[in-house]
């Protein structure tokens, strides 16, 4: 991916709203430009930059005993639509069997964001959690679902302020539809 040219991405943003019919970016409008340029590259999409691997191998421990399935709940994420631009906010659970080494738990909440904070399809969020467990993290198997509020379905469209969508993604020991439903299972039965 190409550098971010903050500049060109707020020139932009302020032709965007005189399209609109905003012609005078003053009071409330002054400096917006820049600071959604600002949110967009060092927030919303500062996933595209995050190298997936590295972060894994900074992140990992020899495995020194056997721990079983390993599963973080509720971690939150974010993602901006490639359809509309819009956010859309939620969880992700992510699950995996390690063989050689453990992952922190930091590490696994910050593999989550960086593959939401990108612009993405939901489904691809999941994937890409689930691809990078195995392909990295020396997982025989890896799980991950993702629940999102998309604001291009609550704020616009049909409006359907509390329409959740849900993708789960799975790969290796965890993909059979056994173990896929034992998870959800797990999932459903745990409290928030």
């Known amino acids: 991916m190409k ?4 500049e060109a991405a707020a020139r932009s943003i302020a032709l965007f709203l005189e399209a609109l019919g905003y012609d005078q970016l003053t009071g409330d409008l002054a400096g917006t430009p820049e600071r959604v340029a600002e949110a967009f590259a060092t927030e919303l999409l500062s996933g595209e930059h995050v190298d997936l691997s590295a972060l894994i191998r900074a992140g990992a421990g020899p495995l020194e005993s056997k721990p079983g399935l390993i599963l973080v709940r509720r971690i939150a994420i974010s993602t901006v ?3 509309h631009l819009l956010p859309a906010i939620g969880y992700a659970d992510v699950a995996y069997w390690p063989t050689t080494h453990v992952l922190g738990l930091g590490t696994l909440t910050k593999l ?3 593959c939401a904070r990108r612009l993405s399809l939901q ?3 999941g994937e890409r959690v689930v691809a990078a467990l195995m392909d990295h993290g020396s997982a025989s198997g890896a799980f991950c679902r993702v629940e999102l509020l998309h604001t291009c379905l609550s704020a616009r469209g049909s409006e359907q302020a509390e329409a959740r969508l849900v993708t789960v993604a799975a790969a290796g020991t965890l993909s059979g539809s056994a173990a896929a439903t034992q998870i959800l299972l797990a ?3 745990a409290q928030p």
């Open 112 to 114: 989550a964001n960086a």
């Open 3 to 6: 550098p971010v040219n903050r």
């Open 123 to 125: 489904e691809a969020i």
């Open 81 to 83: 639509c490639p359809h």
């Open 187 to 189: 999932l459903g039965s």
